[in-house]
């Protein structure tokens, strides 16, 4: 699954940085220990026949669930039946039911005695027929899985206009006993047959193949879908819906796009890369995709980012794109395409044994996302996108505080976070690294293999590794796996001229332990690198090399793949050598950083962050870019003309939006002109830039224009405009940011929060007042874990304070205060 948590609650997630330090981490509280579920009988083989009622939101089934006993002999079964009536319960012999006596408890506890006493490895069947009704569940999501019903009905009454009728499921983590009953546990394996009975205009998908369809009596057609190898329940799947399907081919096999009609002509421009994924993945890891076909639909009103079904998965509806928008797609959107089909080996063929070892599954996914990207499109995106998740995961105080493998938490939806996604593909990454790439790959394809169609925890991994490798890793995954945390180190530097030796003194400061950390030292003498490896394993660990002079520049961590915070205490020269020759990205971004830190007072700073606006990798000029300061006067002097003939000659649109960000710090009228004519651009990402621009420096013209772009259907575009509107309209378009802010699908509306927030002071109106304090409040609450709640307070009651003195002023505060009690008092 991709949760999208760095993406679509961004602004929720920079803004709580903005405004506060992380808080030091409170005493853990004791969390129960979460074992691997108990087998007392597995499953073997589901067989399902589903018809739906769209007026009710009911699904009617009939099941046929193949078992047997694990290891002792049995007389019950116990089956997850969430909110569900049941009808019938029989056990077949032959052509024959026989009916079983059952008790269905909690709403969710299906326990079924079976009469006699079934033999270990011994196969029964159990038919049960029952009505599955998940709009009557009372269930909790999480921050990344907003809803956990199971099964969704969108718009079936057809009551909202330019919205499609769907049908879809998210199994993760046990939504799929939510419209079947079955065993929901990730350590369970199934084939599984699944028969669908629908309107017969639509369009269907399921796991496996399309084995037959045939008529159901007036307008309706069964379609049957088969899969022959055994997956997980929670990767059983089923999507119907006015789909138009466009088809290519891998190896043989059947690769789809299943995309609404408007959207179908760009299919192969969506999803044109995943042929491409399909064959660099099954040469990288030595092991072919496993499943019969891969098809991939795209949804409305998905409660995440993406979920990896076997061989079909589902995405929201934010990698719909028409061809105007499809230019403005960054990487870390098609990440989501590799992240998905990466699980269909690493979470899929090989399935996490338990929620504990999410790792498994969610980490090699995040992992793939760089590696397809090297492959793809070059180091320096790779590394671009590889860092930022990784910065993401270092922000987090909370999270460091957290094990990789987790065998102690409140709730399994609180493995989905930045520990299992971002540091956790950080991690593989690093021991990639270490190990080589030869032998990295040999450990995954002996993992895969070892465990084809089973389990995996991080011990299996780990043998794996030391298996090819010859070395014992233990250490490596005692302190990254099993521990929490990660170093945080300072590095020093000292020549002795008369010896000529370079030493390199780091010290780990981190509270507790200490990491064993191997890495490579760079020391660049007469514009060449002599590389050291070494192993730190104490607290405070000098480094010695003798050189034929004094280096140049001395760079640690030279590979840039180590999970830590380090401060780098070498001076601004080296710096601005290591920008210029050390080959990878994230050195250049190490050094472009530190020269931010001192561009207004060191003119040899400004000078390499004003370089960083020339750099080959766009990434990198958009760092440069974002962090001049440029309301210093020396600073705007130096770099103002650089940034204006770059956005001038730019090519790329992000780095061009981000450059009109820059510029428009300057708030100078000269740049008026670009401001305007780049409303123009082919680019939405670039329009809305502009759009944002321009209010910095004719806001009255900038509110024209953003009234002239109202009816754009385009996300980025449609931000831009709430945003001029947030900062220069009132009432009048309250209705516009409102409507906008309600139409975004969950995470998504993270996108709004700021000008929520900005527009709250402008809203003089009670009934707007209160309409606005209730989504902020509302978002807040969501998203509290993430820190959103205090900026969410500071706007509601800095809103207060703007509106102090008006008509309205004691009613609104009255609506604030509530909101402001209400979010606090949330858990």
């Keep these: 699954m991709n949760k999208l948590l760095t993406v679509a609650i961004c602004a929720l997630s920079t803004t709580a940085l903005a405004q506060q330090t992380p808080p030091a981490p409170a005493p853990a509280e004791p969390k129960p220990y979460r074992a691997s579920a108990t087998k007392v009988n597995d499953l073997v083989h589901t067989k399902l026949d589903v018809r739906f009622d769209y007026a009710k939101r009911y699904l009617y089934g009939k099941e046929w669930v193949t078992l047997k006993p694990h290891a002792y002999a049995t007389d019950s079964l116990r089956l997850d039946a969430k909110g569900m009536d049941i009808r019938s319960v029989a056990l077949v012999s032959g052509e024959q039911l026989q009916p079983l006596q059952y008790a269905y408890t909690d709403n969710n506890n299906l326990r079924i005695n079976l009469g006699k006493t079934m033999a270990p490895g011994t196969s029964y069947v159990v038919y049960i027929e029952y009505v599955a009704k998940p709009d009557e569940l009372k269930v909790k999501g999480s921050a990344a899985i907003s809803d956990a019903k199971g099964l969704y009905f969108i718009n079936p009454d057809s009551t909202e206009a330019g919205k499609p009728r769907q049908i879809w499921t998210q199994g993760e983590t046990e939504g799929s006993s939510c419209w079947f009953p079955t065993i929901d546990r990730p350590n369970q394996k199934t084939t599984s047959e699944i028969s669908l009975t629908v309107p017969s205009r639509y369009v269907t998908l399921s796991n496996g193949a399309l084995v037959s369809q045939t008529p159901a009596g007036a307008g309706l057609r069964t379609d049957t879908w088969k899969m022959d190898l055994p997956h997980a329940p929670y990767l059983f799947m089923l999507a119907v819906g006015d789909f138009k399907i466009t088809k290519d081919t891998w190896r043989g096999k059947e690769v789809s796009y299943y995309l609404e009609p408007k ?417 123009s651009s082919s680019s939405y990402a670039v329009q809305a830039a502009a759009l944002k621009a321009l209010a910095a420096v004719n806001p009255k013209l900038a509110l024209a224009k953003a009234q002239a772009l109202e009816n754009t259907d385009e996300n980025t575009l449609a931000q831009a405009v709430v945003s001029v509107y947030a900062a220069q309209g009132g009432v009048p378009q309250w209705s516009y940011v409102r409507n906008k802010f309600d139409a975004a699908a969950g995470q998504a509306k993270g996108n709004y929060f700021e000008s929520m927030g900005a527009m709250l002071a402008r809203l003089n109106d009670p009934t707007a007042f209160a309409e606005d304090v209730e989504r902020i409040k509302s978002l807040a609450i969501t998203y509290k874990r993430y820190g959103a709640d205090e900026p969410a307070i500071a706007m509601i009651q800095g809103a207060v304070k703007a509106q102090a003195g008006s008509a309205s002023a004691a009613t609104n505060q009255a609506v604030a205060e509530k909101a402001v009690a209400e979010i606090q008092a949330a858990k």
Excluded: C
Excluded at 347 to 361: F, H, K, P, Q, R
């Design 263 to 679: 959207y179908a002509p760009f299919a192969r421009q969506i999803f044109g890369n995943t042929t491409d994924m399909l064959e660099f993945f099954s040469n990288r890891l030595g092991v072919e995709f496993p499943w019969n076909k891969y098809a991939q639909v795209v949804v409305r009103d998905y409660v995440s980012g993406a979920m990896e079904n076997t061989s079909a998965t589902l995405h929201g509806e934010f990698l719909q794109m028409t061809d105007k928008q499809l230019p403005d797609r960054e990487y870390q959107t098609e990440s989501v395409i590799a992240h998905e089909l990466f699980h269909q080996w690493f979470g899929d063929y090989v399935t996490a044994e338990s929620w504990s070892n999410l790792t498994v599954n969610e980490s090699f996914a995040d992992f793939s996302e760089g590696l397809y990207a090297e492959h793809k499109y070059g180091a320096d995106v790779a590394d671009a996108h590889n860092h930022r998740n990784l910065r993401s995961y270092l922000r987090s105080a909370q999270d460091a505080q957290k094990q990789l493998v987790r065998f102690h938490y409140a709730d399994k939806e609180d493995m989905f976070d930045l520990v299992s996604y971002q540091k956790g593909g950080a991690i593989l990454d690093m021991l990639r690294t270490y190990l080589s790439d030869d032998v990295f790959f040999a450990g995954l394809k002996k993992y895969l293999s070892d465990n084809a169609f089973g389990n995996g925890e991080a011990h299996q991994l780990r043998l794996a590794m030391e298996a090819v490798s010859g070395q014992d890793l233990n250490w490596f995954f005692d302190q990254w796996y099993y521990g929490t945390g990660h170093p945080v180190a300072t590095i020093d530097y000292s020549w002795d001229a008369a010896k000529k030796v370079q030493s390199v003194t780091v010290k780990q400061t981190q509270p507790g332990q200490v990491f064993q950390l191997p890495f490579a030292i760079d020391y660049w003498v007469n514009g060449k690198p002599q590389r050291q490896r070494v192993l730190m394993t104490g607290a405070s660990q000098t480094f010695t090399m003798p050189l034929a002079a004094k280096p140049d520049l001395v760079d640690v961590d030279a590979e840039k793949t180590l999970v830590w915070q380090q401060t780098d205490n070498k001076p601004l020269a080296e710096f601005a050598y290591q920008y210029a020759h050390a080959p990878l990205y994230v050195a250049r971004r190490e050094a472009l950083v530190a020269a931010a830190a001192t561009q207004t007072t060191d003119p040899a700073a400004l000078k390499l962050l004003v370089a960083g606006l020339r750099d080959n990798s766009f990434n990198l000029r958009m760092v440069a870019a974002e962090r001049l300061k440029l309301a210093d006067k020396g600073v705007a002097k130096v770099a103002a003309p650089v940034l204006r003939k770059q956005a001038a000659a730019e090519k790329e649109v992000h780095a061009l939006a981000f450059e009109l960000a820059a510029l428009a710090k300057l708030a100078d009228k000269k740049d008026e002109k670009l401001f305007t004519q780049q409303l």
